[in-house]
Every structure is written in structure tokens, then in C-alpha cells.
């Protein structure tokens, strides 16, 4: 192309003031073709003239050469030949002043600041006469969003540090106590949290920022606060200007709140269907009031809190009931009555379950002249499906009592309730009726369907009772047979369940633990309180079993204190053998 390109000037009239930097002209000559240069200095004045942005030329002496259109617009009542620090703020004078002066520090770049309530970035292009030409770029827009940006930034952080702090707590108390401390800490100077009322009462939570967090009990009035009524019913918060922050009664400023109250935001707490309560925000009167932005942000701060302290509150609810429900579900606790020791122990197949389908009941005889009930079964299944039927099969056995003695029509009546009963599992079970007399211990023991008892002898010898009969809830009529032992003193009955002889494990980790083993273990027991021979029996039944999984287990131990010394025949205990069955 040859040297055909080169920088116009732009002419002011009466002098040259550098070059265009904004809108340079090129002028170039083409093979056949060549521009007007006589037309190249009116080209750039025109455009320099319409230029979207300010732009202003300063002598060195800080006197304004020409203004653009659009500085015109910016700068109304400047004129040609006015002194710049008179019509711009002191952030512009002060910039050409040093760089017109050539001062070595003072850096050539950009600076920026606010004029007439915008922010502009100014740029400098310095001429070699000293004359400087200032493009004024507005920069307000761009600041808005950055700084937008940046709250909104901010604000997600919070959120995710409030969600991360409520979630670490399903107490009801110490959420409330979170809520209000981080409503104080990030969104107002103070803030109240005001749960649901119980009746005129209102259990109120106080943070103040950098205080600490209070919480009591009162009557207060909530149609006294503006929107805090509303807010207690769900419905949508009154907005902020609309309070009039004179009409807060004390009893909602937290102590050592400082000043008069300037601004308040009062949010309602969403909850699951139910209102979690109200939170209210403070700020003195020294603090900017809340902005459109920053109630927007309490709502949803509110939102957050109030579906925390929903959840709390539910997981409260829901562990009182299943607490209340689980005490009829736990297993009794035995010890010795009318002169008789009882033992037991469970463990369900979950370890972190505290039923299963495994139980045990007691019934104690109104005095030692009667006999006493003691049940233990296994229903089909394990976890707390199994559990609420033993619950029934505890209930309905109770309801029995009065029918103790026959243990047969007991089991029938058991039957029948289960048959008609929507749950489509079956139980095993023994019936046992101990009552002490002459200064031994007297059983009956019926088994439906179940492993039959052993008996541990004062030498040694374990004896099992011969007693059987069919499912309970499996079958139209029940068919069982009891079976009338006698414990001596010292002697120990023990019923237990096919978790304890099923117990899968052992050196291999699949070999059952087995009734010879638990015979073997009973024989070490000879002599053994019940509640010793309980204790050995899972030991060494959780030691067969290590870390591996297992089905419910349960163990009860019927024994016949020793009282005084034993009635030896040749040096060998007396022990009375099974009586007749029916």
C-alpha cells in the first residue's frame, strides 16, 4: 500500500490540539484511489463533536479549550475559556493538575470518581504543547452490577453459613438461639425471634450483635407490634416503611440495644404448613435504614430459618411420641419377686434399634401365694414391623391375666386376636407360671411352638422340658403341651430364643452356635444366680458371633435362690425330676 496512512488533527479553531485518539482518520491512497485531504480536519471535528462519551480539552494551565456534546450535557453551565476546577469536582482538577504538570509520581492512568451522581472513569491523552484531552467513560452501570454482584456474593455465603449452622441441630432451643445470633451478626444490630404462642405466652429469643443470647418466657401482646400478628399467622410480612419504628414496645428492644430504634423489619417464619413464628430485626437510628435489597435478603433468610426450626420442631414431636410408643414396646425390668430371681436380656439384630421381634413380659402374682406370668416369644421378621406386633401380643397377654392359670385357653384366645388381626405374622412362644411353695420354686411352662426350656441342675446336669405345640396366628386352633417341673434352691430355668442357638459364627464365621454349645454353657452355670447365667449365655454368644450380622436374640433366667445348705443323698444333690404333663 506504500506510505498512504497517516494521523489527522483535529482542528479547535484557533489551535491544533494533539491527535485523535478516540476516531482516527486514515488517509490512504489506493491504486486509482486517493481521499479528499482538504476534507479530513471537518470528518473529525464532526465525529469528535458526536461522540457518545464526554470529552474535554484542557490548556496546561487548567483552562477548558472545547467541550463535545455530550460534555456540554454533563457540564451545563460550562463554557469555553472557564478554569476546569470551577465546573468539575476536585478528583478531575485535581488529576489534570498533575499530569499536565508532568509531576514524575503521579501515575498517567485512568482515575475515576462521581459526577452529578454517576461515576465516571476519566482517561487522559496528554498533546505535546501540554494540552490534555479528557474522555470521560461512565462507569456507573458497571459499578452497579460489580457491586450487585458482590452482594449477591455476600448474601449466598451467608445463606450457606446460616443453612450449614441450622442443619447441625435439631434442638428446638439452641436453633431458635442460632437464628437470632446470625440475624444479629449479619442482617440488623438486634434481632427478636418470637415463637408461636402458647396461649398469651411467647417463648422470645434476643441476640444483639457482638452480645450475647438470651431467651425467656412472657405475655406480651403482639397486636402492639406492627405486622407481628400478621407474621405469627403466616400471612405475608408488612413492609418496612410502613413501621413506624416509635410504635415498638420495650419489651422488644434487647438490653443494651444502642439508642432509639431507627428501622425494623418484622418477617414471618415459614414453616411446614404451620407458622415457625416471627423474626424481627433492629437497627438504631444511627444505622442506614433496611434498603428494598436487604428486606428482600431478610425474607429469604427468614425462609431458610423458618423451615430449620420447622424441622426441629418436627424431629421434637416425633421423638416424644416414639418415646412415649417405644416405653410400651421396651422389655420389663426383672429382679427378684416373692422370693424368685428373674433375669433377661435382649439384643435386636440392628444394634442401633432398641426393638425387634424377640420379647419378654413379666407379671408378677399379687402376693407369693399366687403364681406369676413370665412370657418370652419370637415373632416372624425382625425391625419394628415385629416389634409393634409384640406389642399387641403383650397388650392382648395382659388383657389375659385373669385366664393366667389355663394356659391352653390363653393361647387360643392369643390365636384367634391375631388370626383377625391385619398383620400376616405368626409368633412363637412359652408360657411359664412360677410361684414358690414349701421353699421350692414350682413352674408350668407350655411351649407353642417354640425351642423348650432347659433346666440347670445343682451338679451340673442340664435338663430339657419336653414341652411343644403349634404356631400362634398360623393356624385355626392352637394345640399345646405344659409340662409342671420344680426348681430347687440354686436351680435355674432358662428360656431363650433361635438367635441365641442360630447365632451364625465361630472360628469359619458360618457354623451356628448350636444347642450343644449352649447346653455346655449352661452346665458351667450350676449354682449361678440368673442373672450370672443370663450374662454368660450372651457373652458367649456374642463372642461366637463377632462382627457378623445376627437376628434377634433374647434370654430369660428363672432361678430359685439358694437359702441354706442343700439336702445331699450319698454326697449328691436332691433334684426333682419333671412331674406329670397335660
Known amino acids: 500500500m506504500g506510505n498512504c496512512c497517516r494521523k489527522a488533527s483535529i482542528s479547535h479553531g484557533r489551535k491544533v490540539v494533539g491527535r485523535a485518539r478516540c476516531v482516527p482518520l486514515l488517509v490512504c491512497a489506493f491504486r486509482g484511489f486517493s481521499a479528499a485531504p482538504r476534507d479530513a480536519a471537518a470528518s473529525v471535528g464532526a465525529t469528535w463533536g458526536d461522540a457518545p462519551c464526554p470529552v474535554l480539552v484542557v490548556d496546561r494551565h487548567g483552562g477548558l479549550v472545547q467541550l463535545n456534546r455530550a460534555a456540554r450535557s454533563l457540564l451545563p453551565d460550562a463554557c469555553d475559556g472557564d478554569r476546569l476546577h470551577d465546573i468539575v469536582p476536585v478528583w478531575l482538577s485535581d488529576a489534570h493538575r498533575h499530569i499536565a504538570g508532568g509531576q514524575p509520581d503521579r501515575p498517567r492512568g485512568p482515575v475515576s470518581g462521581a459526577i452529578d451522581g454517576r461515576v465516571f472513569e476519566a482517561h487522559p491523552s496528554p498533546a505535546a504543547d501540554g494540552d490534555v484531552v479528557w474522555w470521560l467513560v461512565d462507569d456507573t452501570e458497571r459499578r452497579l452490577a460489580e457491586q450487585a454482584l458482590r452482594s ?5 455465603t451467608v445463606l450457606a453459613e446460616v443453612s450449614s449452622r441450622l442443619l447441625s441441630t435439631l434442638n428446638v432451643p439452641r436453633c431458635m438461639e442460632v437464628v437470632a445470633d446470625t440475624a444479629a451478626e449479619y442482617l440488623a444490630e438486634a434481632a427478636v425471634l418470637v415463637a408461636p404462642p402458647q396461649g398469651r405466652r411467647h417463648h422470645l429469643t434476643y441476640a444483639r450483635r457482638g452480645g450475647p443470647v438470651t431467651r425467656m418466657t412472657r405475655t406480651v401482646d403482639a397486636h402492639g407490634v406492627p405486622g407481628l400478628s400478621e407474621a405469627l399467622q403466616g400471612f405475608p410480612p408488612v413492609p418496612a416503611r410502613w413501621i413506624n419504628p416509635d410504635d415498638i414496645p420495650d419489651w422488644l428492644v434487647p438490653e443494651g440495644f444502642p439508642g432509639a430504634v431507627g428501622s425494623v423489619i418484622v418477617a414471618p417464619l415459614p414453616g411446614h404448613g404451620v407458622p415457625a413464628g ?5 437497627r438504631s437510628g ?16 427468614a425462609a431458610r430459618a423458618g423451615a430449620a ?58 402376693d ?4 406369676s406370668l413370665v412370657v418370652l416369644g419370637d415373632v416372624a421378621g425382625k425391625g419394628l414391623d415385629a416389634a409393634v406386633l409384640t406389642g399387641k401380643i403383650r397388650n392382648t397377654l395382659h388383657a389375659l391375666l385373669p385366664l393366667a392359670a389355663d394356659h391352653h385357653r390363653v393361647l387360643s384366645l392369643l390365636n384367634g386376636a391375631l388370626l383377625t388381626s391385619h398383620h400376616t405374622r405368626f409368633v412363637t412362644l412359652v408360657l411359664g407360671s412360677v410361684c414358690r411353695r414349701g421353699g421350692r420354686t414350682e413352674l408350668r411352662l407350655t411351649g407353642a411352638g417354640h425351642l423348650p426350656p432347659f433346666v440347670v441342675r445343682n451338679n451340673g446336669q442340664v435338663e430339657e422340658v419336653r414341652t411343644h405345640g403349634t404356631l400362634v396366628g398360623a393356624l385355626p386352633t392352637v394345640t399345646a403341651r405344659t409340662v409342671e417341673t420344680t426348681l430347687a434352691p440354686g436351680e435355674t430355668c432358662l428360656l431363650y430364643t433361635d438367635g441365641i442357638t442360630e447365632a451364625r459364627g465361630g472360628p469359619v464365621g458360618d457354623e451356628f452356635f448350636g444347642e450343644h454349645r449352649l447346653r455346655r454353657a449352661l452346665g458351667e452355670c450350676a449354682g449361678m444366680p440368673a442373672e450370672a447365667v443370663v450374662e454368660r449365655v450372651q457373652m458367649l454368644a456374642t463372642q461366637w458371633l463377632g462382627t457378623g450380622r445376627h437376628d434377634d436374640m433374647a434370654v430369660l433366667a428363672i432361678s430359685a435362690p439358694r437359702t441354706g445348705p442343700l439336702s445331699l443323698v450319698d454326697g449328691t444333690a436332691r433334684h426333682p425330676r419333671p412331674r406329670r404333663s397335660r
Open 152 to 156: 449477591a456474593r455476600e448474601r449466598s
Open 368 to 371: 407369693s401365694s399366687q403364681e
Open 286 to 301: 444511627t444505622e442506614k435504614s433496611f434498603s428494598d435489597g436487604e428486606e428482600v435478603f431478610a425474607r429469604l433468610f
Open 278 to 282: 416471627a423474626l424481627i430485626l433492629l
Open 309 to 366: 426450626l420447622s424441622a426441629a420442631r418436627l424431629y421434637t414431636e416425633q421423638a416424644a411420641i416414639t418415646a412415649t410408643l417405644m416405653q410400651e414396646l421396651l422389655p420389663p425390668a426383672l429382679g427378684r419377686v416373692h422370693g424368685v430371681e428373674y433375669a433377661a436380656a435382649y439384643r435386636p439384630a440392628k444394634d442401633h434399634e432398641r426393638v425387634g421381634g424377640d420379647f419378654y413380659d413379666f407379671h408378677p402374682g399379687a
